[in-house]
């Protein structure tokens, strides 16, 4: 049994007429026949009665009316319940995102979102960028914050919120702090600190480097960004580094040829359907660094 074939025999009883009761259901008089008849089969019994243009509840039909529009208002109850929920903002927010993102970029958006739907729980993996990804391909979390691939990917929706341009940074006392401009092969000749290769940052700085037919020296790896900042300050090499986190301890190189500039943002799967929680956080960041601009 079919809800639009109830609906229909609703619709054919109140108006008591097949072309009537088409007109306001906006389908063809057939298709409101082919319900009917459909209906009747399945429970095979006859509802109406058609008599010259006139159109009669039998018996069983009379017994139908009242337990089909129960059941019409039992959908109905059920599509404004449905409705009002997905207006609540509240239940559990898994967010993945790295320890600098949620050190620098998530604090006025945290503050506001709980201001502004106490009902709303979020709960917060601080991690690595690339473990966050990892745990939206899998489900685990339901929105990422991290910093975006420069590739497309077929299972992910991104969407950049920020642009976070990544500056060469050295010690007060390094050689380099002294040069006016240096380009990437001079670079090459200084060991450096820099992300562990599996990083979207060590990745993008990469690709700089090998265009100019060099590798950098990397003398470690650590994926904190401030405990890079804090290595370069006691002279373990360049880096590039957020300016979020530059310091009076560093001097920034003037390095033309690499420009380099990070995208950060969320990520959500394309299989998994958002809680409203999700939607209003995201809008929220999207409106909150749109001020911020």
């Known amino acids: 049994m079919d809800i639009q074939e109830l609906l229909t025999f609703i619709k054919v009883a109140e108006t008591q007429s097949f072309s009537e009761a088409a007109d306001a259901l906006f389908v063809t008089q057939p298709a409101v026949s082919k319900r009917i008849a459909a209906l009747e089969s399945n429970l095979n019994v006859r509802l109406f009665d058609r008599i010259g243009r006139q159109v009669h509840l039998?018996?069983?039909g009379h017994r139908l009316l009242p337990k089909a529009k129960r059941l019409a208002e039992d959908l109905n109850d059920i599509k404004r319940s449905m409705?009002?929920?997905?207006?609540?903002?509240?239940?559990?927010?898994?967010?993945?995102?790295?320890?600098?993102?949620?050190?620098?970029?998530?604090?006025?958006?945290?503050?506001?979102?709980?201001?502004e739907y106490p009902q709303a729980e979020i709960k917060i993996d601080f991690t690595q960028s690339e473990d966050a990804h990892r745990q939206i391909l899998k489900g685990e979390a339901e929105i990422g914050i991290i910093t975006l691939s420069a590739q497309s990917e077929q299972m992910l929706n991104a969407i950049p919120i920020w642009s976070d341009p990544l500056q060469c940074v050295v010690s007060l006392d390094h050689p380099l702090a002294q040069m006016d401009k240096v380009d990437v092969v001079e670079l090459s000749k200084y060991p450096c600190v820099l992300p562990h290769e599996n990083t979207f940052t060590r990745q993008i700085a990469e690709k700089v480097f090998a265009v100019n037919g060099v590798r950098p020296q990397v003398k470690m790896n650590t994926n904190n960004l401030e405990t890079l900042a804090m290595l370069v300050s006691i002279g373990w090499g360049w880096s590039l580094v957020p300016s979020t986190v530059v310091n009076d301890q560093l001097a920034v190189v003037n390095l033309p040829a690499l420009n380099v500039e990070r995208k950060l943002g969320v990520i959500h799967h394309k299989q998994r359907t958002l809680s409203r929680a999700a939607t209003a956080f995201i809008e929220l960041l999207q409106k909150l660094a749109k001020e911020a601009q």
């Open 58 to 60: 039998t018996e069983a």
């Open 83 to 115: 409705s009002l929920q997905m207006e609540d903002v509240s239940g559990e927010l898994l967010i993945a995102t790295s320890h600098h993102i949620g050190l620098h970029r998530l604090p006025k958006t945290l503050k506001q979102f709980q201001l």
